[in-house]
């Protein structure tokens, strides 16, 4: 059964730091891209950020941009994101997926979630 | 970066009927859509890739329809458990990615 798994979040002060994981089992990590997807409590998804497979192709939103770094370790199957001077407007449930490419894509499985609190 | 409408925002329902949910994009994004569920306190889950294509174990009564700016997603028979919010989603820009606002299905 294919499974993502995020861990990380927590409370954390504006302008501070936090690093999210997730864990993938059930599949060929690495040979998958993979998102951040995240939802501001009461709010919509937003996606965040997208690597490839290899971890050389990177994007992320506008709002994120400079803050917020994707890596990934294909040996660990880890996927991570680290975020940097975080505002209060970050919090939310940071969700992990995976990019299926099959002519279009789309993002399945996605991990529960991770809930990422930016307060002082 | 395109644009993704869905309409209605929310929308009350009885179980057995017909629901149709739209989304449009701000530009053609051909066969490039997505449609997810999401349940309260839980992940999203897919149900129909590329426009029309239903995701395997997905029920029957959900199907997907439309390209280039307008598509939409029909529940044929509404059942209990399909009360939840759904989105669409292009992804014609990878890798860059956008959702609608979301669709909340209410009894």
């Known amino acids: 059964e294919m499974q993502l798994m995020e861990s990380g979040g927590g409370l954390v002060k504006p302008g501070g730091s936090l690093r999210l994981s997730c864990t993938a089992s059930?599949?060929?990590?690495?040979?998958?891209?993979m998102a951040w997807v995240r939802q501001a409590p009461g709010k919509g998804l937003e996606w965040v950020s997208s690597?490839?497979?290899?971890?050389?192709?990177?994007s992320n939103v506008d709002s994120v941009k400079g803050r917020f770094t994707t890596s990934r370790d294909n040996a660990k199957n880890s996927l991570y994101l680290q975020m940097n001077s975080l505002r209060t407007e970050d919090t939310a449930v940071y969700y992990c997926?995976?990019?299926?490419?099959?002519?279009?894509?789309?993002?399945?499985?996605w991990g529960q979630g991770t809930l990422v609190t930016v307060s002082s | 970066d395109i644009q993704m409408t869905q309409s209605p925002s929310s929308l009350s329902a009885s179980v057995g009927d017909r629901v149709t949910i739209t989304c449009r994009a701000s530009q053609s994004i051909t066969s490039y859509l997505n449609w997810y569920q999401q349940k309260p306190g839980k992940a999203p889950k897919l149900l129909i890739y590329a426009a029309t294509s239903l995701q395997s174990g997905v029920p029957s009564r959900f199907s997907g329809s439309g390209s280039g700016t307008d598509f939409t997603l029909t529940i044929s028979s509404l059942q209990p458990e399909d009360f939840a919010t759904y989105y669409c989603?292009?992804?014609?820009?990878?890798?860059?990615?956008?959702f609608g606002q979301g669709t909340k299905l209410e009894i």
């Open positions: 997926a995976r990019v299926v490419r099959f002519g279009t894509n789309w993002f399945d499985p």
């Open positions: 059930g599949f060929t990590f690495s040979s998958y891209s």
């Open positions: 690597i490839s497979s290899t971890g050389n192709l990177i």
């Open positions: 989603q292009q992804s014609h820009s990878t890798p860059r990615y956008t």
